[in-house]
């Protein structure tokens, strides 16, 4: 049958009238339709196989993104509108699911995405969490958590009929197998999303997010991340890191015994990619499943080191794992003796105890196990690499300097220009033909139109439209009324100090009191949030309130409130930036300079038009070298002064508040009468202590500069010919960060999978 009539089929033997069918109703028979034409597609084959492991799949909902792949939005569009509604009507009723939360698992889903557009023969193995991070509810104020169901009787979730057991000290747990299939772009391929769960998944708690985090049994897969602030939270982590490599590494066995592969040589046919270091429990599971089957443990050694892969996303301590052996021995005390052994091989090559896998208080450094036991480390931004070689990892990079490398992070540009910003990507293939598609460098053809009055026109004009997009969803789906004919300036991305939305906040308080001052602006401003902030990071989670009870003061603040307004979405997730994207004007990217890894949110607005507001960290970096520094907005300082700062312990924030009345006058607002009438002293009060006290993050150093840079891009923003101009070289560069062009440099350099052939 066609597509369409699959559609219809599904509908008529559920005895439901098309033109009278729900959106759920529709969004169900489009998934029916696709799965079908997923089953028909080929299958990536050959000598050597990708298992990707990753913690997180942030994938997004898949209707809008498998129809493009698949090449059917047309048709589904032009079925949907015969029967008087709409794709974008349709796919609101599709479940977003709930397998991440930040950048690192949206990568993997990007990733993914290439894999499989590449025809490279590859998969991703992961766990089927059924209530995500959580759902984030601000309405009394404060970040609340909710369970975030998403599994559905209709899913694109398929129950392969397999299982593995995981051995556990507690008693064995089935590992349950479910695949979501991932087409390729237009090329007839489809790889697969490989999710363990457990055989029994206990419902969603009644109240909040908390659980039995000691029913390993139902619990495993319930929650990403399960809080670990207390002994239970900690061991679940290892538990569910365990569950994964396990029954991963199972299944990699099962897939070479299949394709009569010699597990002797099994390097020769595999590549392990470890996504930072939660799946970092494959190197010593793998060896341990390949001696069950027979092969020498110096053979098991040699063939893991040869196939795994690490890719290193942060140089922050508190991502950084390690866990205590006793910890891994009240899991899983099978991997023991295995890591034990493994650091004796490690201790073989390198005397300096900083080096070791297990240190002198016996916690295990998964990072420097996958270092020693990994063929190739890489780094996700040229100066994130570089700061691992020359400081951070510098004693492993001078024992393996050719196993360090740069693979700077990209975006696909099917779900990130295609799919959540289609007047663009027409106007684009308008200009310069279809060819990008394929191959983004060629959006760099644009600047051969960046004197086309007609063309820059439609630019504008678009920006314009996914403006009133957003303002239309925002209010539809959360109440929130935008003045539509603001600048929007956008920071969206995880909580965290290190990204620095309190240095955003400092800057909205700065300008209500400007404003105050009857300073007027030239056009009003619209500064929104997204962001959702770790169940136990307290500060994080006051800095939420903070931006919460500034929204609230801005808001009742009659003289204020026509030129400024602050918003924080509620519930960031991949739905949301796909309408947050495409209309924004400016890109916050303001993490401290060296701490963040590289960023792909600076990707994606590069790409949908927003102009660059932020440091020179992470891919930023590249962005600058690539757009030049007259078309982004660059304040800050140096990676290299941080890093100095903290070698020297020279940073004192107090010494900023008694010598600058300005950031005194901003620092003390956060808890003056006016902010406390709204808010609670105890949060803003341990906001104002972290930065008076201890500001690890640098935010004062920095406010004079970004205020006066931010205001800057905001005057230049009225010249409307010049900042066209500058939008336009911003997406005719953003072609790079294509993930495609990230994977084909994995596969050239790290896993090398040969041509594969694809089977109908």
Known sequence: MTFEENVREYLHTRSIEPTSASAHDLMCALMSALCSEQDAAGATRGSRKLYYFSAEFLIGRLLRANLINLDLLDRAQDLLQSWGTSLSEVEDAEPEPSLGNGGLGRLAACFMDSIASLGLNGCGVGLNYHYGLFHQNLSEGYQQEEPNPWIEDTSWLRDEHTTFTVPFACGDVVAKLYDIELPGYHNGVVNRLHLFDVENPAPAPTSGISFDKNDIQHCLTSFLYPDDSDEAGRLLRVYQEYFMVCAGAQLIIADAQQAGWQLDRLDDHIAVHINDTHPSMIIPELVRQLTLHGVSQDRACEIVENACAYTNHTILSEALE???????????????????????????????????????????????????????????????????????????????????????????????????????????????????????????????????????????????????????????????????????????????????????????????????????????????????????????????????????????????????????????????????????????????????ASGTGNMKMMANGALTLGTMDGANVEIVNLVGKDNAYIFGKTSQEVIDAYKNESYHPWDYWKSDAMIRELIDFIISPSMLAIGSSESLGRVYQDLLSHDWFMTLPDVADYISTKERCLADFENRDAWITKTIINIAHSGYFSSDRTISEYNRDIWHLDATTHEA
């Open 322 to 596: 390690t866990w205590n052996m006793s910890s891994i021995e009240r899991v899983a005390p099978q991997l023991v003796d295995v890591i034990t052994n493994l650091d004796e091989r490690a201790k073989a090559r390198t005397s300096d105890p900083a080096l070791a896998i297990i240190d002198r208080d016996n916690r295990v450094h998964m990072a420097h196990m996958d270092v020693h036991f990994s063929r190739s480390v890489n780094g996700v931004a040229k100066l994130h690499t570089d700061i691992l070689k020359n400081s951070e990892m510098n004693g492993f990079y001078n024992i393996y300097p050719d196993k360090f490398n740069n693979k700077t992070n990209g975006i696909t540009f099917r779900r990130w220009l295609m799919g959540c910003n289609p007047m663009l990507a027409a106007a684009i293939s308008d200009a310069i033909g279809e060819s990008w598609k394929d191959d983004a460098s060629h959006l760099i053809d644009l600047l051969k139109h960046i004197d086309d009055a007609a063309f820059r026109q439609k630019l504008d004009s678009i920006k314009a439209q996914n403006k009133h997009r957003l303002a239309d969803w925002l209010q539809k789906t959360q109440g929130i009324t935008l003045n539509r004919d603001a600048i929007f300036d956008v920071q969206i991305k995880r909580l965290h100090q290190y990204k620095r939305q309190q240095l955003n906040a400092m800057y909205a308080m700065w300008k209500y009191l400007d404003i105050k001052k009857g300073h007027i602006p030239a056009r009003p401003l619209v500064m929104i949030f997204a962001a959702k902030a770790a169940p136990a990071y307290t500060l994080a989670k006051d800095i939420i309130h903070m931006l919460l009870c500034l929204s609230k003061l801005i808001e009742q603040d009659e003289q204020v409130r026509p030129y400024l307004q602050l918003v924080m979405v509620e519930n960031y997730n991949v739905t949301a930036a796909e309408h947050l994207i495409p209309a924004a004007n400016i890109s916050e990217q303001i993490s401290l300079a060296s701490k963040e």
